[in-house]
């Protein structure tokens, strides 16, 4: 090569350098370093983790809390992007850096979650504000709080966790639940809240069966994916939930689901899925000593008594001694017990759950995709559930002024083979009259029929047939399935009319069908419409719920001078709801299984029912700030409601709160003990109207015909015509408190609330031609107490920290007024025990037979040596208000690795349990031993007491099935202190290190080992106290509950 072209060569050369420097620059990388620090004295914080989420690169601070991090250079194009730290026990701290060649220093100042004021919540109308301004008691729960474990149900994940809030439940996998916020405010109505879903008031209505029979098929809330849920806002009274309406006076739970937020235009994925084990958490504890039987007599022939007490179904029968007897098998063998027969015939049941979600967007649109799925096989055999949700939430800036948004949820849930609750076909009920010595694994071959064993030729193969059905052949052989399918919209338009006025205007609804298909065999015994005349029965159930709000709301935000600003909310809407039902059942078929109503045998049994009701609303709220340490706020809202009489159904109601932050009003008060100081104080009245058609007295067609016309009759309640709305008025102050720089924080509240013109159906003369009259009086009262103590006891420079929260609350609920000439009305009632509400007691009593004593000593009078039940119901034996609730959860963390533990409480309160009282009057039960000897000739009961006739102490014995045969109608000796400890929730958890996730491109991968209803803690022998067979208002009754799940399982998550 000549000097000419080498020059040439290395001039080209030289060029290409040169015009590479922009980009050398660049492929450098940034370096990101600085210090990650708490508190006033700037304490470092170890093991924060500071990362760039887009980017997916982080890392994590030493135990100087210092960090240091490099963005590759592919990824470095002079964009801006978030820098985000955060730490377990801390708000999280972004900011906003330029990437360039150059390095970056950032340093972090993390506060303390419990130590703000300035935390923003979500408050009625779906309006967010800072808690500083708050006269009002609420109390939010992150999803990371909520999502701890995993239930079902997303109430049940809010146990323990909430001040105020009591939640029961019936115990069947995928059954209902039951909340109530401080005490119940209606007698014989409505106690639940209202929930509203971004902005959409959605049903949570449930399908349960009667203490006859019938099915759970759970409530609605539990088509919500909690995956999907960014917080829950618990607005606990009146006074927080005024402008949400006449539902308010419940209170109102407020979910708000995750959005897309600005990702610079890149798409995120999440990814969690979990994989739980499920067991029975508690089953009876059984005899095993003496069998099936009688009197100590027991011999099978066809087991409809054509033996020697072969048809009785109590377990008083002969000494478990290997005797050969004939048990129902066709054959003699061994008579011994089987102590796991019930145990065994459970399974460990199975629920896997992943959610999805992909999100996006930048500075004027975004949008998060998700979609979910659950499955779960129950431990009840045959028992399945599905759920398939899917949510799209987006946004969308038009321009300066105009953006909307939208969100749109679909949920499939459905339900297969759902166990049977209740007296008749309940699973649980049957265990407690099950022989003790028959062998469950030889019920599983139902198929081989009756004649097998002697039993009838067109039955199962079974162990009893004069009473119950094999448990196997209940569940494979009566398909039961149900389906909801359910749409959840909102679409709302916000318009910007000047700087600091907004207007919106929303429309959303809640739509749901619900279908049940309900199967029954041949051979049926009991727990169905079943003509043994014929092949089988069916009975179909279509329900249909729409519910659409509408509303504008004009928002104000403005400075009124230097020192006071104003934010003012004002608007109407339109609440529209629409509930249907129609049923067809038909008692016998004419072929085998084709369950269709052209096979019906005989007339088919119809059903429809149509309710609607339409409210509107105009309502506003002024609430004005002094120096940002004082607010003063009114609200006021005017509802006219479709269900009450023309010109008469306006009812108007106002409310009032104020918050004072005391700390900066006198400065001089805040340091390093006391970091923050606020008082508030709220009244409120809201009004509540009356459920449809209660205005005049309306007719039911019967599905008979007289001479081919249709009839039709009256209803046992007159209506009224000229009922008011119910009006329930609230008061309350309360306290936050903050200590050592936010380490330790206290809030508290006091209040009284009660409701008048109550609208109940009130017992009236026979002769008027009614059992009954819709009438407005009465009167309950609640008064209650909350807490929320938040501490750090624990927090070192090596990343070691712990975190416990503790809730407290205790309410007390009286009927303090009922209609004129009524001092009790029955809430409900089973098996001789009675829930009232009896003037001038704590609503909720629990009354029933009691035993005969002597007046003087209080002693038992004894007759033949066995209590005497008193005549009527009339003994007053407990209340279902329990004396106080709490919550104790701990977190203990070292750098990866997260410890937590959640306490669910309940002290004082009594239930009713059927369980028990069936169990020891049929001899399963392991109690009922003392007194059995292995002569029957010398009994071992002498029952402490006076003898009636002589008036000595009672000397004659008796045995044990005499004496608990003989106490049945009483009550007494079932009703047990129903306070509990449980440990509710546990969490192992452990964040794989940054290093490891930014080489697989995600900012975070998460494991967790978690339990639920792991362990409880009771006076209550045989049962779970918790659940109760319905969730209307008479609680305090459980008769054949279903264990609480008690599950373990593992969660991954990963995190874009």
Sequence with gaps: MTVVGRFTSLAAAAGCLLGTVPAIAFAQGTTLNGRVTAGANGVAVVAATVSIAELRVGTQTDADGRYSFTVPASSVRGQ????????????????????????????????????????????????????????????????????????????????????????????????SNRIVLRGANSINGNNSPVFIIDGVAISN?????????????????????????????????????????????????????????????????????????????????????????????????????????????????????????DQFTG??????????????????????????????????????????????????????????????????????????????????????????????NGLMQMFVWFGRQVDMEALRDYNKGGATNGGPSDREYNWNYNYHNNPFWLQFQNPLSDTRDRFIGRVAANYRIADGINASLSSGS?????????????????????????????????DYNNENNTNLVVTANRQLGSRLSLNATGGGGIRRELFSTTGTTVTGITVPNIYNVANAAVTPSLTQSLSRRQVNSVYGSAAFTLNDWWTVE?????????????????????????????????????????????????????????????????????????????????????????????ITHSNEIGTELGFLDGRITFDASVYQKYTRNQIFNAPVSTASGFTAKSVNAGKITNNGFEALLGMTPVQTDNGLAWNTTLNYSRNKSKVTELAPGVTTLLLGSLWNGRIEARLGEAYGAIYGKGFQRDS?????????????????????????????????????????????????????????????????????LARTLKGREEDWDKPGVVVEGIDADTGLPNTTRVTSEQYHQAIY????????????????????????????????????????????????????PNID????????????????????????????????
């Design 510 to 542: 809640d739509i749901y069908r619900f279908n049940i298909d309900q199967r029954w065999a041949q051979g049926q015994i009991t727990g169905s419409p079943v003509d043994q005349s014929y092949f089988g029965a069916f009975s179909l159930i279509n």
């Design 856 to 924: 003087a000593t209080g002693k038992l009078l004894l007759s033949d040596g066995l209590p005497q039940p008193t005549a009527t119901p009339t003994v007053l034996l407990g209340n279902i208000q329990p004396k106080w609730t709490g919550g104790w959860a701990n977190t203990i963390s070292y750098r990866n690795v997260t410890l937590y533990g959640l306490l669910d409480v309940k002290r004082g309160g009594n239930v009713y349990s059927v369980t028990n009282m069936f169990g020891d009057n049929t001899g399963v």
């Design 969 to 1020: 109608p009483s009550i007494e000796p079932y009703v047990y202190d129903a306070g509990y400890v449980k440990l509710r929730e546990m969490r192992i958890g452990y964040d794989l290190p940054l290093s490891l996730s930014n080489r697989l491109n995600v900012s975070a991968i998460s494991l967790a080992v978690t339990g639920r209803n792991l362990r409880t803690w009771t006076k209550v």
């Design 634 to 726: 009114g609200t006021a809202r005017n509802d006219w409601s479709s269900t009450l009489p023309q010109g008469a159904n306006s009812y108007f109601y106002p409310s009032a709160n104020t918050s004072l932050i005391l700390t900066d009003a006198i400065p001089s008060l805040k340091g390093r003990l006391l970091s923050y100081a606020k008082l508030r104080a709220s009244t409120a009245r809201v009004g509540n109207d009356a459920d449809p058609y209660q205005l005049r007295t309306t007719y039911t067609g019967l599905s008979t015909k007289l001479n081919g016309l249709p009839q039709f009759t009256l209803g046992d309640a007159l209506a009224n015509a000229e009922l008011k709305p119910e």
């Design 80 to 175: 801006a992007v978030f820098v985000t730290a955060r730490r377990i026990g801390y708000q999280p701290s972004t900011v906003q850096v330029t990437l360039s060649g150059t390095g970056i220093v950032t340093d972090f100042r993390l506060t303390s979650v419990a130590a703000t004021l300035d935390e923003v919540v979500v408050t009625a109308l779906g309006i967010e504000r800072k808690k500083s301004v708050l006269g009002t008691a609420q109390q939010q729960i992150s999803s990371a709080e909520l999502n701890q474990t995993k239930s079902q149900n997303v109430i049940n994940q809010l146990q323990g966790k909430v001040s105020g809030v009591n939640i029961t439940g019936s115990g069947t996998q995928g059954g």
């Design 205 to 325: 209505r449930a399908r349960v069966g009667n203490p006859v029979g019938g099915y759970d098929f759970g409530s609605a809330i539990a088509d919500i994916n909690p995956d999907d849920i960014e917080s829950v806002s618990i607005l606990k009274g009146p006074n927080a939930a005024a402008l949400y309406g006449s539902r308010a006076a419940n209170g109102v739970i407020v979910m708000t689901t995750k959005k897309g937020g600005s990702t610079n235009n890149r798409i995120r994925m999440e990814v969690t899925t979990s994989y739980t084990w499920d067991k029975p958490s508690v089953l009876p504890s059984f005899q095993n000593l003496y069998g099936q039987g009688a009197g100590g007599s027991f011999k099978y022939v066809d087991g409809q008594g054509g033996g020697d007490c072969d048809n009785c179904d109590q377990s008083y029968g002969p000494r478990l001694d290997g005797r050969p007897i």
């Design 1025 to 1056: 106290p918790e659940f109760s067979y319905t969730t209307g208002n008479y609680q305090g009754i459980e008769f054949a509950a279903f264990p609480n799940a008690r599950s373990w399982g593992l969660s991954f998550r990963i995190t874009p």
């Design 331 to 424: 054959k003699q063998q061994p008579w011994i017990a089987h102590p796991d027969n019930v145990k065994d015939f459970f399974n460990t049941g199975h629920t896997k759950s992943t959610t999805v979600a992909v999100s996006g967007g930048n500075d004027r649109a975004s949008a998060r995709v998700s979609v979910g799925a659950d499955n779960v096989e129950g431990y009840v055999p045959n028992n399945t559930f599905h759920k398939t949700s899917g949510l799209l939430n987006a946004s969308l800036k038009v321009n300066s002024r105009l953006s909307t948004d939208a969100n749109l949820q679909y949920v499939r849930n459905t339900g297969a083979n759902r166990p049977g609750v209740g007296y008749t």
